[in-house]
């Protein structure tokens, strides 16, 4: 799979479009008009469609191993450096995607759509709590659907890097790097991911996340036996997992990283494995600015749609559309203005205080 990058693209597009139109049928009441006539699209976009997030999890966890330990040794020789840089480039477009997600929820409320998807005007410590990446654990009430994503991956990444900042840093276990992540995922695969209430921490997480890292060893070990392991660690903690019990969430998991491990080791013909789909190459690269600012931009159109033609299923279906290509096109700005340019302290320090302005303003005129 030489065309690496693009085939991720390729697969993150179609993951964050899905979410999209999850968040889409879950949230909307757009899609409870539309329903009857696609009855069957509709029920497994709602209860299915939540399960690309595993495919986010997976792509997450084998983008990491790549950073961190892309031939099994820690990369890192700091701790704190590349901590801050990674809270630093998934915060500033999280950030301005909140200050936008504050001005709709705000501004459709006090147009009069009432509805259970528009949120209560947050408090400065709720805005502050998001900002900080600890919403979910404080049990603060989402500014947008899907944020509770971030905070994981953060967890995650986070989790990840304190483990082979340790195993560089202490001579007796520098081997060790790769069995923690094993561990780990066996772990979170056995145990934590059976725990529910455990689904604010990474550890619930782990599982996913670590076979996406052991599909990168997969592809990259320097010997084919130890590719060969790997994909047979894989198989055998991600079937172990299913057997105690089945979760299709996990079964995705684990279908994603086999995919991503035996792809990287086929021999593509050249027509496949160069080719690639420009739109979805160019969705893909800009997937995390839509997750970011599609839920928004739902609100935003439902309520629209609901004040002007609230039973009618052609501008129902209509605003769905209008709803998908809207959070597409905003999520191509967020991603100009956001993730293009390099990420830094003081550009997330203003998005930072935007945010907090456009909550504490939210805050007085409910007051007054």
């Not at 409320?109 to 502050?128: A, C, I, K, Q, Y």
């Not at 654990?137 to 905070?151: C, N, P």
């Not at 997992?241 to 994603?256: D, F, K, Y």
Request: hydrophobic share 55%; net charge neutral; charged share 10%.
């Amino acid at each position: 799979m030489t065309a690496r990058n693009h085939s991720l693209d390729h697969i993150k597009a179609i993951a964050c479009l899905t979410i999209v139109l999850h968040h889409l049928v879950f949230y909307s009441p757009m899609a409870d008009v539309v329903r009857p006539a696609v009855p069957a699209l509709v029920d497994a976009l709602r209860d299915q469609g939540r399960m690309a997030v595993q495919v986010f999890l997976v792509l997450g966890g084998y983008l990491a191993a790549s950073a961190l330990a892309p031939q099994g040794l820690a990369k890192h020789s700091a701790f704190w450096q590349p901590l801050g840089q990674r809270f630093v480039r998934l915060s500033v477009p999280y950030s301005a995607a909140l200050v936008v997600a504050l001005v709709v929820n705000e501004t459709v409320r006090g147009l009069g759509f009432d509805h259970p998807s528009v949120s209560e005007t947050p408090t400065w410590d709720g805005v502050l709590a998001h900002l900080l990446l600890l919403h979910s654990v404080g049990d603060w009430e989402s500014i947008s659907a899907g944020v509770w994503y971030v905070a994981i991956d953060f967890q995650l990444y986070a989790l990840c890097l304190l483990w082979w900042w340790l195993c560089r840093q202490q001579t007796a276990w520098s081997g060790l790097g790769q069995a923690g992540m094993v561990v780990g995922t066996g772990a979170s695969l056995w145990l934590w991911n059976l725990d529910s209430s455990l689904d604010v921490w990474a550890l619930y997480f782990f599982g996913a996340y670590g076979l996406g890292m052991m599909a990168w060893w997969a592809t990259h070990a320097q010997h084919g036996y130890q590719r060969g392991l790997w994909m047979v660690l894989i198989t055998l903690l991600g079937g172990i997992a299913l057997g105690m019990e089945w979760r299709e969430r996990i079964a995705l998991a684990l279908v994603t990283a086999g995919v991503l491990a035996i792809g990287g080791n086929l021999r593509w013909p050249p027509a496949l494995r160069d080719g690639q789909c420009g739109p979805l190459v160019w969705m893909g690269q800009r997937s995390y600015s839509i997750f970011l600012i599609h839920f928004p931009m739902g609100l935003l159109v439902s309520a629209e749609v609901q004040a002007s033609h609230p039973h009618s299923m052609l501008a129902n279906a209509l605003g769905m559309l209008l709803a998908v290509a809207l959070s597409i096109a905003t999520g191509a700005v967020l991603y100009e203005w956001t993730e293009r340019p390099k990420a830094t302290w003081q550009r997330l320090r203003r998005w930072q205080l935007g945010a907090m302005s456009t909550g504490l303003i939210a805050t007085l005129l409910q007051i007054f």
